[in-house]
């Protein structure tokens, strides 16, 4: 499914001209496909099964989340994973069912804790000995966990958004004794039910061996507490990190296929180590909603410098793009008013933040681009909103959900009330 329609004199999303949308709410702005994220909801659900095992999706909050977000999510039957009180709470306050919440991250807080197992969430992923203190420390009920990983696995995706290279920051090494120390505490404790393992390799991922790779070495793991330990796991999370195509570069891998490989790898695995089949789960986030948003911006002054590079100047900035500065990512973008003619040159799109690094594309093909007009970079549904922040005082965008029935506000644009509603004299 495409998330978006060119034509000669406009872009749709769905049956809705973009045009309409930046004359009722202004620019910057960001736009949703909501239909396209339901699809992409369904695709990896059907995808992700197995005949031999029960599977999970978990939603990764952190991509984007809205009230809104959450609804959809349980719409269409995902659980939901959150690092954060914010998340948490969103989450709540969407009425989303809290046992099928999973909350990870590298250092949760005794409130974050604490909040999680008031809202009885279905699982607590323990990262480390200190976090598993503080969970022992204010436990009040039974609680079923995971133990994040790091097996060392190079997902070959950027430094950044790669999470189990040896030194990352994120879980316990498979090959340290530190580990199994902590697993075993769990084990023992009589409110805690260690249920499996935890991993997540990295973003924007395209080779499935990486997964497999992955997989076997949890497995393994599981084999040496079985047999060493006497521990037995009934839960394996592969982590999200599924690639999405930002720019003809990215060639993302077909979920239909190599899911049900990943499972009967998992299966064959499974019967040559000896270990029950147990319960699959992964996280996607940008796989489910980066594809299906696009930031609008109204084009200002052009620049052509005395070294002969080409700015076009758009109203938004790295505060509301901000992973090109974070990750060199690439995007691809369009004239809003003319998106099917031919580019005449490469353009560099900066923001108006006060930062050299303000690029939103280092190197964009368009056609001459006019004051007034507007572009569209495809693409940005993931860690766009999620990541937006109020540098330079620049206010967040609103974020528009479009239906094949209708287009709705589901963020509204900050204004400079909101802005200044914290600040004290
Ligand atoms: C633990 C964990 N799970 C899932 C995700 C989602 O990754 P992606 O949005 O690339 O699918 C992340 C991203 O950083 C993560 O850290």
């Given at each position: 499914?495409?998330?978006?329609?060119?034509?000669?004199?406009?872009?749709?999303?769905n049956q809705v001209d973009l045009k309409t949308l930046i004359q009722e709410h202004g620019t910057p702005l960001y736009v949703m496909n909501e239909s396209y994220i339901r699809h992409q909801a369904q695709l990896f659900k059907a995808s992700f099964q197995h005949a031999s095992f029960q599977t999970e999706i978990f939603y990764a909050s952190k991509a984007f989340l809205t009230l809104a977000m959450v609804k959809l999510i349980e719409e269409e039957g995902l659980s939901l994973d959150v690092v954060s009180l914010g998340e948490l709470m969103t989450a709540i306050k969407a009425g989303?069912?809290?046992?099928?919440?999973?909350?990870?991250?590298?250092?949760?807080?005794?409130?974050?804790?604490q909040t999680a197992l008031k809202h009885k969430v279905g699982l607590i992923v323990v990262d480390n000995p200190h976090e598993l203190d503080l969970l022992m420390s204010c436990l009040t009920h039974p609680q079923d966990v995971l133990v994040r990983l790091n097996p060392g696995v190079e997902a070959h995706t950027h430094e950044y958004i790669s999470t189990t290279k040896h030194?990352?920051?994120f879980g316990m090494s498979i090959y340290s004794g530190e580990t199994i120390e902590m697993i075993?505490?769990?084990?023992?404790?009589?409110?805690?039910?260690?249920?499996g393992l935890h991993c997540h390799i990295g973003s924007q991922i395209f080779d499935p061996a990486s997964f497999q790779k992955e997989a076997y070495l949890l497995l393994e793991f599981m084999k040496k507490l079985k047999e060493k330990h006497l521990i037995l796991t009934s839960h394996l999370n592969l982590g999200g990190g599924f690639g999405v195509r930002y720019t003809e570069e990215d060639d993302p891998f077909d979920i239909q296929?190599?899911?049900k490989s990943i499972l009967n790898f998992i299966q064959t695995t499974c019967d040559a180590f000896n270990l029950d089949y147990p319960r699959v789960s992964i996280e996607p986030g940008r796989?489910?909603?980066?594809?299906?948003?696009?930031?609008?911006?109204?084009?200002?002054?052009?620049?052509?410098?005395?070294?002969?590079k080409?700015?076009?100047?758009?109203?938004?900035?790295?505060?509301?793009?901000?992973?090109?500065?974070?990750?060199?990512?690439?995007?691809?973008?369009?004239?809003?008013?003319?998106?099917?003619?031919?580019?005449?040159?490469?353009?560099?799109?900066?923001g108006k933040a006060c930062e050299t690094g303000d690029i939103l594309i280092h190197e964009c093909a368009l056609p001459l681009p006019q004051v007034n007009e507007h572009l569209v970079v495809f693409t940005t549904g993931a860690y766009h909103y999620s990541m937006a922040s109020n540098y330079n005082r620049l206010l967040k965008p609103a974020v528009i959900f479009v239906s094949e029935k209708e287009a709705r506000v589901i963020v509204k644009a900050q204004t400079i009330d909101d802005l200044l509603g914290l600040d004290v004299v």
């Open positions: 499914m495409n998330p978006t329609t060119l034509l000669p004199s406009t872009i749709l999303m989303f069912p809290s046992q099928r919440i999973l909350f990870h991250g590298n250092n949760k807080t005794l409130l974050e804790l030194d990352s920051k075993e505490r769990i084990h023992n404790h009589e409110l805690l039910n260690f249920c296929i190599h899911f796989s489910i909603v980066a594809q299906a948003g696009v930031t609008i911006y109204s084009i200002g002054a052009t620049k052509t410098t005395h070294s002969g080409q700015f076009v100047f758009v109203d938004g900035s790295m505060a509301d793009h901000i992973r090109t500065a974070l990750y060199q990512a690439k995007y691809e973008a369009k004239i809003l008013e003319r998106p099917l003619v031919e580019p005449q040159a490469v353009y560099s799109i900066a």
